[in-house]
């Protein structure tokens, strides 16, 4: 099993608490990103630049995965490709994507799209909390566990 990150957009906070992860349990990390990624040197950590592009990054961890892998994303469309292809998916909050929930957030998701086509502001999402951070700790070492 490995985890990995669609580390582009990954709070830096996130990403320091799946390096801690990554060592404890000695599971493969892989952080995907088109910039340069600075890691721990770990024989468990690793980063893999991609090309700039739209979806570049989400492409590679797709083609990548395996079925059973981790994948950190706050991307949703992501999300509901590698739960097609029997991964897990996990957001930066610590709440899973699930076969019973992604089509709802997917159609959020574009209905929010949709707004912002049409001018409507919608606001961005809400600062990463203190409870975030501890409930995806949870929810990781919880999956971890298994």
């Known amino acids: 099993m490995h985890i990995w990150v669609d580390a582009d957009a990954c ?3 996130i990403k320091e608490i799946l390096f801690r992860a990554a060592e404890r349990t000695r599971t ?3 952080l995907v990103a088109n910039s340069l990624l600075r890691t721990p040197p ?4 690793s980063s893999l630049r991609v090309g700039a592009g739209f979806n570049v990054a989400d492409s590679t961890i797709v083609h990548k995965m395996a079925p059973g892998d981790l994948v950190i ?11 097609t292809q029997d991964g897990h998916a ?9 076969k019973e929930n992604i ?19 919608t606001g961005g999402p809400s600062t990463l909390s203190q409870k975030n ?6 929810q990781l070492d919880r999956f971890l566990a298994k």
Do not use: C, H, W
């Open 28 to 30: 493969p990390l892989i």
């Open 11 to 13: 709070p830096k906070v």
């Open 73 to 83: 994303t706050a991307d949703i469309p992501l999300a509901s490709q590698v739960i």
């Open 42 to 45: 770990s024989q468990y950590i």
């Open 103 to 121: 089509e709802e957030r997917l159609a959020m998701r574009n209905f929010m799209d949709e707004l912002r086509n049409t001018g409507v502001n």
């Open 133 to 138: 951070r501890q409930n995806f700790a949870n």
């Open 90 to 98: 996990l957001n930066p909050r610590g709440e899973f994507y699930s």
